[in-house]
């Protein structure tokens, strides 16, 4: 897929007077691939259902910007990239446990990546026009990981009043990895090497009335704690 926000055009600079500095004739062209694959599978096991299912995407975005200087100046080319991958995959299995109690048991777990390197070169003669840098090379790569797992009961009290109570945890954790190399040299970044994790519960419980055909009455409560840590 095309981007349309990109296209042909020229890049002009002028100094304090308004008078032309240079002007380059500028190509700036894009486009993005999409992937996507889901699938779900439903079964019944040990007297109750389980589900799973799993979806994956790709999306690279690719940028290419080529300005060319009246001689002897030459051109600046700027390839910038741009990929946000994705992977989950979930399991459900609801099963009764007596003659009215049922239980539902969840798991989530996602991955993702990004990736966003972006390479600039220039010549001699362009950098003593414009006053760029010979070259740029910047690259950010990001990981992250989700992990859920969920269990409720469900009780129905009544034919009115359904009672459900749980507990959840949750593991996240991102990392990111930033560099930046400017004419040759290594540029320290702050915060380039980071890993953020976090650690989360949490239990639940409600109550829910059907009073009427027309009107549900709900309570409910619940509590959560949790550790939140950086390092790098």
């Not at 945890?169 to 953020?196: C, E, H, M, Y």
Request: glycine share 8%; no cysteine; hydrophobic share 35%.
């Amino acid at each position: 897929l095309l981007d349309d926000s990109t296209g042909h055009g020229a890049w002009t600079r002028v100094d304090g007077a308004g008078r032309q500095v240079f002007s380059a004739a500028e190509s700036n062209l894009a486009a993005q691939d999409l992937y996507k694959a889901t699938g779900e599978l439903e079964t019944p096991l040990w007297g109750g259902k389980l589900t799973l299912n799993a979806s994956g995407s790709l999306s690279p975005y690719n940028q290419l910007t080529i300005d060319t200087l009246p001689p002897p100046a030459g051109s600046e080319i700027d390839r910038a990239k741009f990929e946000a991958d994705s992977l989950e995959l979930g399991l459900r299995y609801e099963h009764p446990i007596g003659p009215r109690l049922s239980s539902e048991t969840y798991g989530l777990q996602r991955f993702g990546r990004v990736l966003n390197p972006d390479d600039f070169q220039s010549t001699p003669a362009t950098v003593a026009l414009t006053g760029d840098d010979l070259s740029d090379i910047f690259s950010l790569v990001e990981h992250t990981r989700e992990s859920i797992v969920r269990e409720t009961l469900t009780y129905p009290l009544t034919h009115a009043v359904t009672l459900k109570a749980g507990v959840e945890g949750d593991d996240n954790r991102l990392t990111s990895a930033t560099s930046f190399i400017q004419n040759g040299a290594p540029v320290a970044l702050p915060a380039a090497d980071v890993t953020v994790s976090e650690l989360r519960g949490e239990v639940f419980a409600s109550a829910a009335w059907q009073a009427r055909a027309n009107l549900l009455v709900e309570a409910g409560f619940r509590e959560e704690a949790s550790r939140i840590t950086s390092s790098g």
